[in-house]
């Protein structure tokens, strides 16, 4: 019977992406872009949803069993970097894309400073960061697999890989986003639903009743530093920085370039704050740091952690209900990695392959460069990801965060900051970039601070110091990514 | 941003914005506290819930009313 529901399930997901690739308009900006149609309430469900991925499901609620409530900043910060994305960049970096019809953001900047470099720089960065990220997911799928049936984790690392590739090769950004819709849901009312059950069942008290046991039996899930001590205020506060720097993550950056016109810009933030702050990210937070420990108190150790809400749902839910939880989990792997898979073709095809050795591309030929690279980075994630199972978990915040962060001062300098230069991005990134590999291999680098801190710091003083000390833009380049888009922005 | 900075109500949005991150960190020194809101929330998520609803009365006003692309 389990095997039938996730077989329908993932028939249904083919079926969306076999209906995409007949509407679509077979053009790059159709596949990369969803030819920038993409309205407010879609765009909510793809954004949120390429975002949570399997993480919200065991890696966030596993670090709240271990370490109490605070880590709930990084979730805050990341509600406030998004939120700033579409409040602070979105409009500007949307309305110039548009304009020129630029089809990555990478492509945006190398524009923007003029620099061929730049170009294959924050490619190459961007892509290292990325591509480990994709593999995670699926194997995220294995596990999940392999607790509720019995079958080994490739089983259900094989399952997610062909829905992700069949999806992003025929479906492209348009598919991706509506195919969010419908996985955000399954994903949302599994997490809802799972919860609701589980106090129904396991706590009738409530939430009231749940806090106050905590309160009686293990008072430090319910403040700070937690039961290992982790949490001094200033890892707390670094917390939120890292979260703040959602902005720069680039399969979200990509999503605004989708956006249908400025309007979405002004609603967005809406459902950033309802759905996405206040609701939807409450619920992990309540399963890992109310739940789970008064549920199934005792269990140690990260691995063990991470599965908490699922070995709690598959020991005292319906087995039927484990089914549906874990094609919830099955909807936010696939939900982020196909956009994460996107975001690094188009990076590939775009400003790779068509920006350095066949710049004069037909449409045609770069789609077609987009959906091969498709099988080649998934190839390339998934045997990243089995040969460092162990360090993959870290890699997401230790090094994926952090990575993403050192294109975000060229990036809101590049947008917002007409001073801005060539020499001030590369300086910047590289020395970020170096700096961060550099603390990674040498950890006393960091000062005991979380790597995105102090190499943004040094990243971001650079770039400002450089900028001002080396040529201005040209006119040329000031009238084209900032009097024109005021003017376009301006204009009903 | 370049175009909300550029008049007082977009200057006093990004200010509440500002403030309201730095009252964040600020309070973390209190998180030791067993303390309970309405009987069952942490102090680390009553906070967020604080900043959000800042963030989002704030954004209403702003964009609504004063962001000069509306």
Known sequence: MTILILALFGLAILGMAAYGYKVSAKTAEDYMLAGRTIGVVVMFFFVLFAVSSSWTFYGYPGFLYLHGPSYIYFVWGSVAGFAALYMFLGPRLWAIARLNRFLSPVEVLAERYESPFLRVLLSLMLLVFIVPYVGIQPLGVGLGFKTLTGMPIIVGAAYTVVLLVILVILGGMRIVAWVNIFLGSVYASALLGSLIWAFNRLIPGGLKAAAQTLMVQNPEMLSAPGPLGYFTPVVIGGTMVVGLMAFSWPHIVIGVMTARDKVLFKWFPILIFIFGGVFFYTLPFIWGSLVAPVVMPGVTGKEAADSIVQTIITQKLPSWFSVYVLMGVIAAAVSTAAVQLLTSSIIIARDLIQGFFKPEAEDSKIVKWARWSVVGITIISLVVSLRYTKAMALYLTEVT??????????????????????????????????????????????????????TIIVNMILYIVVSLFTERPSEEIKAKFFDEVEEFLEAD | MREILRHTPGKIFVGILFLSVVGMLFVTRYFTAKILVFGWMTLPLFAGLVMTLVWLVAYLIYFFKYWPYR
């Open chain 1, 401 to 454: 965060i952090p990575g993403f962060a050192q294109w975000g001062p060229a990036l809101v300098g590049g947008i917002l900051w007409k001073r801005g230069t060539k020499q001030g991005a590369i300086v910047g990134t590289l020395a970020g970039l170096i700096y961060l590999v550099a603390g990674l291999l040498y950890k006393p680098l960091f000062f005991g601070m979380h790597p995105v801190m102090p």
